[in-house]
């Protein structure tokens, strides 16, 4: 297979040699007509005065009795081989006694009284023959034909062609040199950025790609340099993930685990007992929600996962998620409300998945919004689309991690999140339901996430 330098030296030369070839053909063309022309032009003008001077002083006797006794006058001045031919196409007089064809092209035009030319071969050479109709007294009584040798015209065309060919050869190698400059400017370059390539896919992304002054060979580079910044930095998002889910995970193990082996030894303390199996259950349910999160997050991520889109009752959702989490905010003293508009009782979606949203939402509000705080969900319709507010008067988000809570393993400084994939659940959830999850926060002031979802209809049945 040919490199891309070879294949664009070979192209840059086909161009040139093709454009160069065209041009000289054209060239030495114009220059053969330009040749013959004056040849004929010089010709035409000798006939002319040759036909001027017959009909002024030899128009009083026969064309035979002229040539028998006016010979000299005709051809002694004349460098061409002359003809004189009668109106029955004969030839009367041969100037150099060769044989020619006196049924050309040119004699027969004479013959029909217009002034004529012809190029062809006689006597073994390549010639030009040019005739006029000798015309007395308005009578035409024969035909002056000259004959002049192309030899010399066609080697003068030649040594002119073997110039234009010698020059377009300089040409054609020096514009090859220079084509292979010019496609090393474009592949030394690209060949820097396939090394750098190719040490970054040997998993060393600390060596970056030098910038170009060709503006796609630099784009290029800047997109490789920031790949490579942005693997590093989802590597380290990753460690530090994997860190995280394994001391996230170690903690209710570890507590399952010492309650299992306290109750082993036998006690008879009913009320520890029920501790001990409180605790348990409370660590394998938050175990299983870690759990769930992940595989959610695995089939968000390969794509494996399809919304059940089914009519949902909005009220009688939200209506369940107020019941479900107010004990816990009556336990953390906060006030929580859900405020629900009942002008679109109905959306088609997926209910479990949009419930399980709402639950990370709600959780995190919690989470981060101390006692005497509140967390308010507020819905609204339009005419396309039905929105969903969450405001709380938590601790808010700072200015600078706020653009990437939504990123997959992302945790902030401050974060009580346990893996840093519940948010970026939830978007990747909303936005397989064509929707958008929007976060506004402050920090001391609380955060605002707005969720709007396209008011679809069930399709009919």
Known sequence: MRSIKQRMVLYFMFIIIITVIIFEFFLITS???????????????????????????????TLEENILNNVDTFWKQVPAQVEIINMDGQVLMNSLGTATDAAAADVEAALQGTMGSWIGRSAGERVMAASIPLTVEQQQIGVLRFIASLREVDAAILMIAYKYLSFGGIVMLFSGVVSFLLANTIT???????KAAEVMAAGNF??????????????????????????VKKDALKNEFISSVSHELRTPLTSIKGWAVTLQQGYENKELLQDGLTIIEKESDRLTQMVTELLDFSKFVSGKINLKKEKVHLPTLLGHLHLQLSPRADREALDFQIKI????????????????????????????????????????????????????????????ELPHVKEKFFKGKSSKAQNGIGLSLADEIIRLMQGTLD???????????????????????
Request: with cysteine; hydrophobic share 35%; glycine share 6%.
């Open 31 to 61: 220059i053969r007509q330009n040749y013959y022309q004056s040849l004929e032009d010089s010709l035409t003008g000798q006939l002319q005065t040759s036909a001027e001077l017959y009909v002024r002083y030899f128009a009083d006797a």
């Open 188 to 194: 030394l370059p690209l060949n820097k950025v396939t």
């Open 206 to 231: 600390a060596v970056k790609c030098a910038p170009h002054k060709l503006d796609e060979i630099n784009k290029l580079s800047a997109t490789l340099n920031y790949l490579a910044g942005e693997i």
């Open 341 to 400: 508009d009942h002008r679109v009782p109905y959306l088609y979606t997926d209910g479990n998945r949009l419930k399980q949203v709402l639950i990370n939402l709600l959780d995190n509000a919690f989470k981060f919004t101390p006692s005497g705080g509140s967390v308010i969900l507020t819905t609204s319709a339009d005419q396309n689309t039905y929105t969903i507010s969450l405001q709380d008067s938590g601790c808010g988000i700072p200015a600078e």
């Open 439 to 461: 976060i506004a926060s402050e920090v001391g002031r609380g955060t605002l996430i707005t969720i709007t979802l396209p008011l679809e209809e069930a399709p009919h049945d």
